[in-house]
């Protein structure tokens, strides 16, 4: 299994460390375009290599074009939130939108049959730039998966359970429009109003929605960028492409929604494996599906604004 990390930024570089220390790949290309970074990243991936005893062959590069034969190509390629600053993960569309462009017709010819897993926010929006200048058919956004992560994280917490025992999705836009799929929370195998009655407790349904959606930029601006939860949620989605687990989750793939004239990205809890299952979009209740759409709409609006822009700056 070869693994391609395209960006060792201050995700790409924790990201392919999770996957390396879990024994998802035989191979492992590490690819930046800063001169150097790649190099220098490969060399410490060697060295731990030595203290784990994995015989993992380590690959730098410093051209997208340059990596070749790889299964699964992850790109964090791209520009982050600068700590301190109100923007949001939209705000970063274009300028990142033409980096995941390159990337995708850089990478294609020289591999035919790699999945893609688009990880540059703001994600969804990028993972259809992707899909559509790649061309390929398995192409997914990490989605909301991370946010799944941090809403069970608190959730458990806020209960006083053990984080084993809580279950529950996050779906719609990795961002302003993530929405919690309270119908998929069960705690305890029982769902969660049930739980809740069960043992005398209450719930501020909306002071957890607040915590998923804004505990991100308390990181970025306490810490300088989110790493560790984002390599963990990343490592377990190549865990289930490469291991074929399917395992559900909150992924984005494309979905057909009435009135957008092509499917978006938006995240439904999915079983995913060597294929993209089909996302439990049905099983929603219907106020989860009308958040769901209005996330659809502005996840195209945002691809669609990108797609103008970098068509304009091409002609220039």
């Not at 529950?168 to 049930?194: D, F, R």
């Not at 299952?277 to 599906?289: F, N």
């Given at each position: 299994?070869?693994?391609?990390?395209?960006?060792?930024?201050?995700?790409?570089?924790?990201?392919?460390?999770?996957?390396?220390?879990?024994?998802?790949?035989?191979?492992?290309?590490?690819?930046?375009?800063?001169?150097?970074?790649?190099?220098?990243?490969?060399?410490?991936?060697?060295?731990?290599?030595?203290?784990?005893?994995?015989d993992?062959?380590?690959?730098?590069?410093?051209?997208?074009?340059?990596?070749?034969?790889?299964?699964?190509?992850?790109?964090?390629?791209?520009?982050?939130?600068?700590?301190?600053?109100?923007?949001?993960?939209?705000d970063?569309?274009?300028?990142?939108?033409?980096?995941?462009?390159?990337?995708?017709?850089?990478?294609?010819?020289?591999?035919?049959?790699?999945?893609?897993v688009?990880?540059?926010?703001?994600v969804d929006?990028?993972?259809?730039?992707?899909?559509?200048?790649?061309?390929?058919?398995?192409?997914?956004?990490?989605?909301?998966?991370?946010?799944?992560?941090?809403?069970?994280?608190?959730?458990?917490?806020?209960?006083?359970?053990?984080?084993?025992?809580?279950e529950?999705?996050?779906?719609?836009?990795?961002?302003?429009?993530?929405?919690?799929?309270?119908?998929?929370?069960?705690?305890?195998?029982?769902?969660?109003?049930?739980?809740?009655?069960?043992?005398?407790?209450?719930?501020?349904?909306?002071?957890?929605s607040?915590?998923?959606?804004?505990?991100?930029?308390f990181?970025?601006?306490?810490?300088?960028?989110?790493?560790?939860?984002?390599a963990?949620?990343?490592?377990?989605?190549?865990?289930?492409?490469?291991?074929?687990?399917?395992?559900?989750?909150?992924?984005?793939?494309?979905?057909?929604?009435?009135?957008l004239?092509e499917p978006?990205?938006?995240s439904?809890p999915?079983?995913?494996?060597?294929?993209?299952?089909?996302?439990?979009?049905?099983?929603?209740?219907?106020?989860?599906?009308?958040?769901?759409?209005?996330?659809?709409?502005?996840?195209?609006?945002?691809?669609?604004?990108?797609?103008?822009?970098?068509?304009?700056?091409?002609?220039?």
């Open positions: 299994m070869h693994i391609a990390q395209m960006g060792t930024g201050r995700v790409g570089r924790p990201t392919a460390y999770a996957i390396m220390c879990a024994e998802l790949a035989d191979t492992i290309t590490v690819c930046d375009t800063k001169p150097g970074l790649a190099n220098a990243f490969a060399e410490e991936l060697q060295h731990v290599t030595a203290s784990l005893s994995l993992i062959e380590i690959i730098a590069s410093e051209k997208d074009e340059d990596v070749c034969e790889a299964d699964i190509i992850l790109i964090s390629a791209g520009k982050p939130r600068t700590p301190g600053v109100q923007m949001t993960r939209r970063l569309a274009f300028q990142n939108g033409q980096i995941i462009k390159h990337v995708a017709e850089a990478t294609v010819p020289n591999n035919p049959d790699a999945k893609y688009v990880i540059t926010n703001p929006a990028m993972a259809m730039v992707c899909k559509k200048y790649t061309k390929t058919k398995f192409v997914i956004s990490t989605g909301t998966n991370l946010e799944s992560l941090r809403f069970r994280s608190r959730l458990a917490r806020i209960l006083k359970v053990p984080v084993s025992t809580v529950g999705y996050v779906g719609g836009e990795h961002g302003q429009n993530a929405t919690i799929l309270w119908s998929t929370v069960k705690v305890n195998c029982m769902p969660l109003g049930e739980y809740l009655t069960l043992n005398g407790k209450a719930l501020n349904e909306e002071e957890l607040s915590y998923v959606k804004s505990v991100s930029k990181i970025v601006d306490n810490i300088g960028g989110t790493e560790f939860g984002p963990a949620a990343f490592r377990d989605i190549v865990r289930a492409m490469v291991r074929n687990t399917n395992e559900i989750l909150a992924v984005a793939s494309p979905i057909e929604f009435t009135g004239p978006v990205f938006v439904v999915l079983q995913l494996g060597t294929t993209i299952g089909c996302p439990t979009y049905d099983a929603l209740s219907s106020k989860e599906k009308q958040e769901l759409t209005n996330a659809a709409k502005a996840i195209y609006q945002t691809y669609k604004t990108t797609i103008e822009a970098i068509e304009r700056s091409s002609k220039k």
